[in-house]
Nanobody
Framework: QVQLAESGGGLVQAGGPLRLSCAAS????????????MGWFRQAPGEEREFVAAIKWSGGFPSDAVSVNGRFTISTDNAKTTFYLQMNSLKPEDTARYYC???????????????????WGQGTQVTVSS
C-alpha cells in the first residue's frame, strides 16, 4: 500500500531556506515502471493546486516550475524512500500548503499536471513572513 507523508513545513522569514521531506512507502509499486515519478505541488487558499517540482522515481530528470525561478530543488535519497524539496530564498508568495504526490505513469504524461498522480500526501503548511 502506498503512503506519502510530508514533513518539514513551518514558519520562516522571507529570504530564508526550508527543506520539505516526503516519506514514501510502497516503493515496489513505482520501481517497476520507468515512467514513475514524484512531484511537489502547492495550494494557497482560494487558489488552484500549482506544480512546483517533479522527479523520476529513479532520481533522474528533476524539474521545477518557472514560477520558482530556480530557487527550489527536488531530490531523493539513494533508497528512493524519501523525497526532498529544498527551498531557498523564500518569498511571502511561496506561502501555501505543500503536497507530495506520486504515480506510476507520471512521465508518460505531463509531470506538471496533478492528473498524472495517483497518490497524495496530506500536505504540510509553509508560511513565509515578510
Amino acid at each position: 500500500q502506498v503512503q506519502l507523508a510530508e514533513s518539514g513545513g513551518g514558519l520562516v522569514q522571507a529570504g530564508g531556506p526550508l527543506r520539505l521531506s516526503c516519506a514514501a512507502s510502497g516503493r515496489s509499486t513505482f520501481s517497476s515502471s520507468s515512467d514513475s515519478g514524484m512531484g511537489w505541488f502547492r495550494q494557497a487558499p482560494g487558489e488552484e493546486r500549482e506544480f512546483v517540482a517533479a522527479i523520476k522515481w529513479s532520481g533522474g530528470f528533476p524539474s521545477d516550475a518557472v514560477s520558482v525561478n530556480g530557487r527550489f530543488t527536488i531530490s531523493t535519497d539513494n533508497a528512493k524512500t524519501t523525497f526532498y524539496l529544498q527551498m531557498n530564498s523564500l518569498k511571502p508568495e511561496d506561502t501555501a500548503r505543500y503536497y507530495c504526490a506520486a504515480g506510476r505513469s507520471v512521465y508518460y504524461g505531463d509531470p506538471r499536471s496533478p492528473k498524472e498522480y495517483n497518490y497524495w500526501g496530506q500536505g504540510t503548511q509553509v508560511t513565509v513572513s515578510s
